[in-house]
């Protein structure tokens, strides 16, 4: 079994020197606020692409910021088959639902070589209680992950293959951009057509030649590991994606 221990290279750094927060993506916190999260924050690790960070109905788990790298959350059935139910990108809270359960609700496996700031589950009453201000965020970020369930559940019940597709990549793409990710007009995009027809619920056929067919209208471009929107008016149609600004999101 994997289990999660730290890998060789040396983890995220400490709270106050955190990129994430420098990033313009992330809401502020107090100077006290500020060294209540170092102190919270238990460890922090690194670990390969392919490994698993929380297994399916084992108890035990913690919570983790994705400080670094990509992964995503999925659930399976008895006969392998597996629904990814989102993707997890810096500054990402990681293990919240285990909290209410005796054991995790869904697997957490990385895409990319990932790190990861480590929290105890049993501090958030501490949390709650001595800081609401941070309790509210915890709360907000645990909404903004239901939004996104609704989203998705809208996606795999209404729209067709190619809205699928197209309403993936405007949102991935937008999320990166928000962290500032973007470069030369790409991101990085390090997932497959098998990761991209778990998480639309087609084939892996279907996923294949959908994507094509995008590509082909100069709708978009996957090339070594990274994604170009080359028509994002109309993939925004397509997708029927409504290009809000996405508002400055907390940080734990």
């Known amino acids: 079994m994997d289990t999660l221990q730290p890998g060789p290279a040396p983890g995220p750094p400490p709270c106050t020197a955190c990129r994430l927060r420098k990033a313009g993506a992330f809401t502020a916190v107090s100077a006290d606020e500020m060294a209540f999260i170092e102190s919270f924050r238990a460890s922090t690790l690194n670990r390969p692409a392919g490994s698993t960070l929380m297994h399916e109905q084992k ?30 990108l810096p500054g990402d809270l990681i293990g919240l639902q285990q909290e209410f359960s005796d054991g995790a609700m869904h697997g957490i496996e990385a895409v990319t070589d990932v790190s990861l700031c480590v929290f105890p589950r049993d501090g958030l009453w501490e949390l709650f209680r001595r800081y609401p201000n941070l309790g509210y965020d915890i709360t907000w970020l645990a909404a903004r992950e239901e939004g996104m369930v609704d989203d998705n559940l809208l996606t795999a019940g209404r729209r067709n293959a190619a809205e699928r597709v197209a309403m993936l990549l405007m949102h991935l793409y937008r999320r990166l951009e928000r962290l500032g990710l973007v470069q030369d007009g790409s991101v990085e995009f390090p997932i497959n057509q098998q990761h991209i027809a778990d998480i639309l619920g087609l084939s892996l056929v279907h996923t294949n030649k959908t994507m094509r067919r995008l590509q082909q209208l100069g709708l978009h471009e996957i090339r070594n590991g990274r994604l170009w929107l080359r028509n994002p008016k109309a993939l925004q149609r397509l997708a029927d994606y409504y290009d809000a600004p996405l508002r400055r999101a907390p940080l734990l």
Do not use: M
């Open 59 to 88: 108890p035990g788990g913690k919570l983790f910021t994705l400080y670094a790298g990509w992964a995503f959350r999925y659930k399976t059935l008895s006969d392998g088959r597996r629904q990814i139910l989102n993707f997890l």
